[in-house]
């Protein structure tokens, strides 16, 4: 996640790399929509309570990179560097467009879908202009099928 405001952002430990966070209001609640920096992978967790949302979203993050395929010792490397989390504002244009658009579809998908997870995972089909009009479920898991 982005470092907080003022400070020098630390670079990310994890292979996917900076994660940012926006509030849906729907009618039955509020969502968080977190979006990979690196892919723009979405995932989608409960705002309520706030002192959970970190928990929530490195569990379904797990899910989701589970769902796609990701080896499981490439996941538990991953969620396992999520346990220092910086907060603080987003400030890439591009991150807040891709934001927006996923909260523009987002009604319509979690509609169709059966859990958070899977309405991140329909989201995450969605072709993405800032990564060459390619998806981010896609992206995610070359990220983490590459070597350093």
Known sequence: MAAGAGAAAPAP????GDWHANVLYLQKGELVLLV????????VVPARPGELIVAR???ALGATLRRLG???EAVAAEVAEMVDVQLGPTR???ILGSLNDFDRMFDE???????LVDTGLKLAE??????SMRRPKDVAVELLAARE
């Not at 990979?36 to 995932?43: A, I, M, Q, T």
């Not at 998908?109 to 859990?115: C, F, P, T, Y």
């Not at 969605?126 to 990564?131: F, K, Q, S, Y």
């Open 13 to 16: 430990t994890t292979r996917l």
């Open 36 to 43: 990979n920096d690196r892919s723009l992978l979405p995932v």
């Open 57 to 59: 979203f490195v569990e």
């Open 70 to 72: 990701v080896p499981e």
């Open 92 to 94: 890439s244009r591009q």
């Open 109 to 115: 998908e979690l509609a169709r879908s059966s859990s």
């Open 126 to 131: 969605a072709p993405c202009g800032p990564i």
